[in-house]
């Protein structure tokens, strides 16, 4: 099973939220998941996410994914150069 964090939008129309999950590459984008990581909110001014570091750690750990989205979100919350540093 080959798993990806990624996106999953909720919110009304036009005012997208977005939770970060770690889901199986299959699942659609927001139906079933593994796990919420942390949430992303592009309406505020900046964007403002909230990550759980220790479990995206852990899914990163795993061999979990991130998508292009995702991994700028966590390179502007430092937490993949923790992974990276990590792995050196």
């Known amino acids: 099973?080959?798993?990806?964090?990624?996106l999953a939008r909720a919110g009304a129309k036009r005012k997208p939220f977005?939770?970060?999950?770690?889901?199986?590459e299959r699942c659609k984008?927001?139906?079933?998941?593994?796990?919420?990581?942390?949430?992303?909110?592009?309406?505020?001014?900046?964007a403002v996410f909230k990550l759980e570091e220790a479990k995206t750690l852990?899914?990163?750990?795993?061999?979990?994914?991130?998508?292009?989205?995702?991994?700028?979100?966590l390179k502007k919350a430092g937490i993949w150069e923790k992974f990276v540093s990590k792995l050196a």
Do not use: C, H, S
């Open 18 to 24: 977005y939770q970060v999950v770690v889901a199986d």
């Open 1 to 6: 099973m080959a798993t990806k964090i990624r």
């Open 58 to 73: 852990e899914w990163l750990g795993k061999g979990a994914q991130p998508t292009d989205t995702v991994k700028q979100i």
């Open 29 to 46: 984008r927001d139906g079933r998941f593994i796990e919420n990581v942390g949430t992303y909110d592009p309406n505020q001014n900046p």
